[in-house]
């Protein structure tokens, strides 16, 4: 059998369990979609959403790319934001990065990664802003790890920059945003960065008009 196979046998065998425990599961999935949250994460296969947060199937809409970066360009990002926020109405949006995140530690490098380099430019501008605090960390490991929860409160706060959050915090209180971090060592999240819906922003990015 090949690879690629043993993934469709296991997904035949998913299916039928879940029908012998509940015969309505898939109709009732089929109808509805209300998550309570929005999951931004990083592409990393060790990182799944669902399985470490303990969520089923409609629990969760999730985004994920290298990093788990909001970059204010990005249309796919900003697409899932909009759709989550102003039509699923989610309460809670996630950024989790996690220790020893290979994006965040190609970022710290000055290596030529071609395409990517792009995308790991808006890392890097995270490193220029705390470049103090990094830099005076000795430990390699350690330096990565404080740059990934910066990175997650970078990106918190770029999603509070956004017209789609700003909208959503003037009309309905909601959602509030959280940075979490997930440790591929030990498998707990640690919250490191909190912005409740409405919380003050510098002025320069508060939009007036919304
Ligand atoms: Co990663």
């Known amino acids: 059998m090949k690879a690629y196979e043993k993934l469709l046998l296991e997904n035949k065998a998913w299916a039928s369990e879940k029908v012998a425990d509940d015969p309505d599961y898939f109709n009732r999935l089929a109808h509805i979609q209300t998550p309570e949250f929005l999951w931004i994460g990083c592409s990393d296969s060790r990182v799944p959403a669902n399985e470490i947060t303990g969520t089923q199937p409609g629990e969760i809409f999730v985004h994920r790319n ?5 970059v204010h360009t990005d249309l796919n990002l900003l697409t899932v934001l909009e759709y989550a926020v102003h039509h699923l109405k989610v309460k809670h949006v996630i950024v989790c990065g996690h220790y020893g995140c290979g994006g965040v530690k190609a970022s710290m490098t000055q290596h030529n990664f071609g395409i990517i380099n792009k995308w790991l430019r808006n890392i890097k501008d995270v490193y220029r802003y705390h470049r103090d605090e990094i830099d005076n960390i ?3 490991e350690s330096r990565v790890n404080r740059m990934v929860e910066l990175n997650v409160q970078e990106q918190v706060m770029n999603l509070a920059k956004t017209s789609i959050i700003q909208k959503a915090w ?3 209180q909601f959602p509030h945003l959280h940075g979490w971090v997930y440790g591929l060592k030990d498998g707990l999240i640690k919250p490191v960065f909190e912005m409740p819906a409405g919380t003050h922003i510098d002025p320069l990015y508060e939009f007036d008009d919304l």
Do not use: I, L
Not at 66 to 70: D, E, G, I, L, Y
């Open 170 to 172: 003037k009309q309905n």
């Open 66 to 70: 290298v990093a788990n970066m909001v």
């Open 138 to 140: 000795k430990d390699e």
